[in-house]
């Protein structure tokens, strides 16, 4: 079975930033579709970034040129650096793959922008 566990969340002043890791377990291959989304209060969960293989990446417009997405294939997990942070940030944030066979989602991390 595969399990996602995302880490890295906290809180942080605006302007600042934070490093959350994905480690992905129950798989002895790497899933090449991996992605960030995030839930903020009252709202939808949005995509934040993907990444597909080891190079190619997208993100929301939103966060384009301040949040990076990268993974360490031989350690199966997934990161997501978030600089230049905003109250609007602040969201659960969640580690999802594709496989393509079924999603599979972690439990998420909270992080949150605050002065």
């Known amino acids: 079975q595969v399990q996602l566990v995302e880490s890295g969340g906290g809180l942080v002043q605006p302007g600042g930033s934070l490093r959350l890791s994905c480690a992905v377990s129950g798989t002895k291959y790497s899933i090449a579709n991996m992605a960030w989304y995030r839930q903020a209060p009252g709202k939808q969960r949005e995509l934040v970034a993907r990444?597909?293989?080891?190079?190619?990446?997208n993100y929301a417009d939103s966060v384009k040129g301040r949040f990076t997405i990268s993974r360490d294939s031989a350690k199966n997990a997934v990161y997501l650096q978030m600089n230049s942070l905003k109250p609007e940030d602040t969201a659960v944030y969640y580690c999802?793959?594709?496989?393509?066979?079924?999603?599979?989602w972690g439990q998420g991390t909270q992080v949150t922008v605050s002065s």
């Open positions: 990444i597909i293989g080891d190079i190619s990446t």
């Open positions: 999802a793959a594709v496989d393509g066979l079924a999603d599979y």
